[in-house]
């Protein structure tokens, strides 16, 4: 099976780990230990929240300030609108910033929340029969 595990420097593993929950990410005891905490999106896909110390230990470019800089993106497909905006919401509950208003194309929405550190989510639903039909029409 392939899997992707993203690493993302955190302030704070507690508070971060809560704000990924409250997303509907769920924690694997497997990977987390006091200095990482290991969130679930799926079978292929885990975000290991790390401390900035553990972070800098395997890398030797400096990290940046991402409140301020972008570095990436990252994107969740979901099955609905509706759970595009109780994610999004959740994720404000939890602390989290939307940089952006929803994007709404008709075939696609998507909303955008930053998490504490200012890493950048989207939370996407696309109609792909309707995404179909608009692209069988050009």
Not at 94 to 102: D, I, N, Q, S, T
Not at 120 to 138: M, R, S, T
Request: with cysteine.
């Amino acid at each position: 099976m392939k899997q992707i595990f993203i690493n993302l420097p955190v302030a704070d593993l507690e508070r971060s780990m809560h704000f990924y929950a409250q997303l509907g990410f769920t924690n694997n005891p497997l990977f987390t230990d006091e200095d990482q905490k290991c969130m679930v999106w799926s079978d292929q896909i885990y975000v290991m929240l790390m401390s900035k110390d553990l972070f800098r230990s395997f890398n030797k470019k400096p990290i940046p300030d991402i409140k301020t800089h972008i570095a990436s993106t990252f994107t969740l497909p979901v099955e609905s609108v509706e759970k595009v905006n109780e994610m999004v919401e959740n994720g404000l509950q939890a602390g989290g910033v939307e940089p952006l208003p929803m994007l709404d194309e008709g075939f696609m929405q998507v909303r955008c929340i930053e998490d504490l550190d200012g890493h950048n989510w989207g939370v996407i639903y696309l109609d792909i029969n309707k995404f179909k039909e608009l692209k069988a029409k050009k």
